[in-house]
């Protein structure tokens, strides 16, 4: 059986993800990747003590990176975008929390 802390991996903060979350109450997390969405509304649920409304998941593709002669790749990972129900907030710098 899957925990939620296995199916939450981090919160991604980001630009993108801090204006997401001010302007359309979006959250974005990297999740495991064989997590799906009802596991991630569960995880996201029970983890944080919000209502969560819909969860998109998207693979993220690994890019091709180099180190002087050596060529390598990075690892794909799985990404969901976690909307929140009006007056839901996940707080991650609360102090204390």
Do not use: C, H, Y
Request: no cysteine; net charge positive; aromatic share 6%.
């Amino acid at each position: 059986m899957k925990t939620p802390e296995s199916i939450i991996v981090r919160p991604l903060l980001t630009e993108k993800g801090t204006r997401l979350k001010d302007t359309e109450r979006k959250v974005l997390f990297e999740v495991a990747d064989g997590a799906s969405r009802t596991e991630v509304r569960r995880a996201v649920e029970a983890l944080f003590n919000v209502k969560v409304e819909a969860v998109r998941t998207q693979i993220v593709r690994g890019k091709v990176r180099r180190l002087g002669r050596f060529v390598g790749r990075r690892p794909n990972w799985k990404k969901a975008i976690v909307t929140l129900a009006e007056g839901s907030d996940i707080d991650f710098f609360a102090m204390g929390a």
